[in-house]
């Protein structure tokens, strides 16, 4: 299958030159071709199948210079039982009669990037091997935080690989911070950068944009590649976990097949969220996706008026890992409901960086409202929803899926629509320890790590061991620059 820029259908390349390059040199996202149908025939044909036969199952599709024994030996690798601390590597919890909740933070950083971050490695590598390239990838990485930790954990001393990541100063919470700054491996880097993760974000995508910087590493032996979630070996693995939910609920009896269910996911940079609708494109009876967002809510009234704008405040909220304003995956929905028209496309994108703001067609925008619905959650409502989660169901969970239990509660009670619900739960809450201990009520918080174990303690919930072993790791990154100084930082990092 060969995959298009959204931004110039002429660009077709396979799948493998599709991973190396991440981003399209005109600036578009990659998106394949065409999209295979599972009939419910098949999904429930995988009802036996481990997480990993399912990644296998659903990757082959879109992967055909790949043998299924060699996605095999990768999904055995990367969600194997050193990798991930449950058996079921994404496991539904049902929390009520009408709601479950997907958990994808057991795996080696505790947050849901895990789940294709252990996967895109094994991708880029055997990539590399395909496409004949000689050349080192040195994969540059903006992050709100679980992103940076979770590429380096999976790209660190993978052969023909160097990682540079980056994240906002004052964006991310201290447990984030931590797992980066002590990061083992010889072919890593990390530096913070003053500003907020919008700024980080446009100015790594200045890096990749940069002819310049090209060329100069050209001569060096290496060139520039990408593991945010606009790389189409992030999105792709994230498919699965929305049909293995779907095959695990059926195989529970908690639906029968073909049964529709909404799905409510905390919403970013519109990755996750975006391959829960191509797996409903895919066949996965999923009636509606409900977009959450903390107050950076730009993407609830996106969906309401069609209109994108982001000019408007940013705030640091307690989801840190949804404060973003420019959600980059929206360009592939976009792309996919305006019937592939790359320069609509063009045009949208073009506006949105001159002026910050462009709006839809109108058909477009009624495409969007038969399958997405959007809310947001504020800061004081997902304090309150962690706490009413935790008294009512002994169930502890993190600030960023607070918010989409929030959101969909506001659905449920505007709407009265009680549709079987998926909330997908993004990190543990061992990850954001102050939030959490905060909303459920104890004031006398201790610092730093020992925050963990004090949440552990409190609550009689086992606190994940990379977490654990956090306090005793030596800090190996100190570097904080300013946006204008990355290009400086990069040279001499790789040079
Ligand atoms: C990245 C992240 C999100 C947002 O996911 P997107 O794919 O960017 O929409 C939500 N929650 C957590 C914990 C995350 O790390």
Redesign the pocket.
């Known amino acids: 299958m060969n995959y298009r820029s959204t931004r110039n259908r002429k660009i077709s390349l396979c799948a493998s030159q599709t991973i190396v390059q991440g981003l399209s040199p005109d600036g578009g996202l990659f998106i394949p071709e065409s999209f295979p149908l599972f009939t419910l025939e098949d999904l429930e044909g995988m009802e036996k199948a481990s997480y990993q036969a399912r990644a296998v199952s659903i990757l082959s599709k879109f992967l055909d210079e790949f043998s299924e024994e060699e996605l095999a030996a990768y999904a055995g690798a990367a969600y194997g039982n050193q990798k991930f601390s449950h058996p079921d590597i994404a496991p539904v919890r049902k929390v009520d009669e009408i709601t479950h909740c997907l958990e994808l933070?057991h795996g080696p950083t505790c947050?849901?990037?895990d789940m294709a971050l252990q996967m895109l490695p094994h991708l880029l590598s055997a990539s590399l091997q395909k496409t004949h390239e000689e050349k080192e990838a040195c994969i540059l990485v903006a992050t709100?935080?679980?992103?940076g930790k979770?590429a380096l954990e999976g790209f660190r001393d993978v052969e023909g690989t160097r990682i540079l990541v980056f994240y906002p100063k004052d964006g991310v919470s201290d447990i984030q911070e931590l797992q980066m700054i002590t990061q083992e491996g010889q072919n890593v880097g990390v530096c913070s950068v003053i500003g907020n993760f919008d700024d980080a974000q446009t100015t790594v995508k200045q890096l990749f944009a940069d002819q310049d910087l090209r060329k100069k590493l050209d001569h060096q032996g290496i060139f520039l590649s990408s593991a945010n979630?606009i790389n189409w070996g992030r999105v792709l693995p994230?498919m699965v976990y929305y049909c293995s939910a779907y095959i695990d609920l059926m195989k529970s009896g908690s639906l029968k097949l073909g049964e529709e269910i909404n799905v409510c996911?905390?919403?970013?940079?519109?990755?996750?969220?975006?391959?829960g609708y191509y797996a409903k494109k895919m066949g996965v009876p999923i009636k509606k996706l409900i977009c959450a967002s903390n107050s950076n809510n730009i993407l609830t009234d996106f969906i309401h008026s069609g209109t994108y704008d982001r000019n408007r405040p940013f705030y640091t909220t307690i989801?840190p890992?949804?404060d973003?304003l420019i959600?980059s995956?929206l360009e592939r929905l976009l792309y996919d409901f305006s019937g592939g028209n790359d320069e609509e496309i063009r045009c949208y994108m073009d506006q949105l960086s001159r002026s910050g703001t462009y709006q839809v067609s109108p058909e477009i925008r009624e495409k969007i409202g038969e399958t997405f619905l959007a809310g947001y959650s504020t800061d004081e409502q997902t304090q309150q929803m962690i706490h009413d989660m935790w008294l009512e169901q002994r169930y502890l969970i993190?600030?960023?899926?607070a918010?989409a239990f929030h959101v969909l509660k506001q659905y449920r009670e505007l709407s009265g629509d009680h549709t079987l619900s998926l909330v997908?739960s993004?990190?543990s809450p061992f990850?954001f320890c102050s939030s959490v201990l905060s909303a459920i009520g104890v004031t006398d918080r201790k610092q730093g790590p020992e925050m963990i174990e004090q949440l552990a303690e409190l609550t009689g919930i086992p606190a994940p061991d990379s977490l654990v072993g956090l306090k005793e790791k030596p800090v190996r990154f100190k570097r904080s620059e300013e946006k204008d100084h990355l290009l400086d930082y990069v040279l001499e990092q790789l040079f």
């Open positions: 933070w947050a849901f990037k709100s935080g679980d992103t979770a979630s994230q996911v905390p919403t970013g940079n519109f990755g996750n969220i975006l391959a989801s890992s949804m973003i959600s995956n993190d600030p960023h899926t918010v997908v993004t990190a990850k």
